[in-house]
């Protein structure tokens, strides 16, 4: 059992800068690997970025490199994504999800757990 909350989503100027949170409770968060998708209106939900169960291994899709990271500290039962250089195609709900297990995931199917999502909207 595992719940995941997102915050730290907002209205951001192109540009600009937001700071993702996702707290998870629940026993052993180490144990999952971990991950980003987002949701625009009318398209499918999309991958942004992935690590694994001790932050040492990462992935991201190809529209975020080199502007998003993904990170976690297992301590606080807290994975982050900080965005930078933000676009008005970021603009989406944000989701974050745990895997089945210990590794990097890139494929929906692969996350057994959501969580609400957090707005993200960045203004041209």
């Known amino acids: 059992q595992v719940q995941l909350v997102e915050s730290g989503g907002g209205l951001v100027q192109a540009g600009g800068s937001l700071r993702l949170s996702c707290a998870a409770s629940g026993r052993t968060f180490s144990t999952y690997g971990m991950g980003w998708f987002r949701q625009a209106p009318g398209k499918e939900r999309e991958f942004i970025a992935g690590i694994n169960w001790s932050g040492g291994r990462t992935n991201y899709a190809d529209s975020v490199k080199g502007r998003f990271t993904i990170s976690r500290d297992n301590s606080k039962n807290t994975v982050y994504l900080q965005m930078n250089s933000l676009k008005p195609e970021d603009t989406a709900v944000y989701y974050c999800?745990?895997?089945?297990?210990?590794?990097?995931?890139?494929?929906?199917?692969?996350?057994?757990?959501w969580g609400q999502g957090t707005q993200v909207t960045v203004s041209s």
């Open positions: 999800a745990a895997g089945r297990g210990q590794g990097v995931y890139t494929v929906l199917v692969e996350y057994d757990y």
